[in-house]
């Protein structure tokens, strides 16, 4: 019997991660997804048709026994690729959220992320072998102004995606970073942003992030920014003062600037 390599891929029921698990479907791994909602269930099946093995686990990846269960579902078998996409988004003031909902973010997003991850790279670093993608985004590299929160975990994921592949490099572990921009996905509405100029925006299919986030792990590359627009959003980052930048995010991701021209 051919060996099939074996893919965890989280946040794995719509969007960005529904897409990625597709991808690792057609180019030949068995799944095991995970998201926090019950229409996992359904993506797997779907999945399935593909001709691969599929499992899945509807699990809360903001705490530790969800990811503990989650690595749990692998039943030892090795992981060969694991595509840390789970994430939430939260929209408005700082002051204005519940501390809660700004728990969840931080541990959905980082806390759960990142242990997942040291999980699944010791394991990978033992074997000396293994790719890891991870969901960071543009939001990281500029301060998110009515999103400050969701930007700051970013910031995270991106600073930490290249710290861990340099000290992974002569390992034969690989860590891929993938930074989308606006994308067509649930996203807006789940984050509450729908009455922001943000949400009104023409965005990337996620099929095409996926794909190209899927391609940049599959090469090893550390990193990879999705679409022309997002290329010049990341440039400019770096060359504006952060409070240009934050400015500039608010006019975007304020409440009711949909309506404001």
Not at 14 to 22: C, D, H, M, S, V
Not at 61 to 74: C, H, I, K, N, Q
Not at 232 to 244: C, D, E, F, Y
């Amino acid at each position: 019997m051919d060996y099939r390599p074996f893919a965890i891929i989280t946040g794995a029921s719509t969007g960005i991660g529904w897409e990625l698990a597709k991808c690792c479907a057609q180019g030949g791994f068995d799944l095991l997804v995970a998201a926090d909602e019950a229409r996992i269930a359904g993506a797997a099946a779907e999945l399935a048709s593909t001709g691969a093995a599929v499992s899945a686990v509807q699990v809360d990846l903001a705490s530790m026994e969800g990811v503990d269960r989650l690595y749990a579902a692998t039943e030892g078998r090795p992981v060969d690729a694991l595509l840390a996409n789970a994430g939430r988004g939260l929209g408005h003031a700082f002051v204005d959220q519940d501390f809660r909902d700004i728990r969840k973010v931080i541990d959905t997003n980082v806390t759960g992320t990142l242990y997942l991850i040291h999980r699944v790279a010791r394991e990978m670093k033992g074997r000396g072998k293994g790719r890891i993608l991870i969901t960071g985004s543009i939001a990281g590299l500029m301060p998110g102004t009515y999103q400050a929160v969701y930007n700051g975990t970013k910031a995270l994921l991106d600073s930490f995606a290249y710290a861990l592949g340099a000290e992974l490099k002569e390992s034969g572990v690989t860590v891929t970073c993938l930074m989308p921009g606006e994308t067509e996905t649930e996203f807006f509405e789940r984050a509450d942003l729908m009455d922001t100029k943000l949400a009104t925006k023409k965005k990337q299919p996620a099929d095409q992030v996926a794909k190209a986030g899927f391609k940049a792990m599959m090469n090893g590359e550390p990193e990879v920014v999705t679409g022309w627009n997002n290329k010049l959003k990341a440039a400019i980052s770096h060359i504006l003062p952060n409070t240009v930048l934050a400015q500039q995010h608010a006019k975007q991701a304020g409440p009711g600037t949909a309506e404001r021209k």
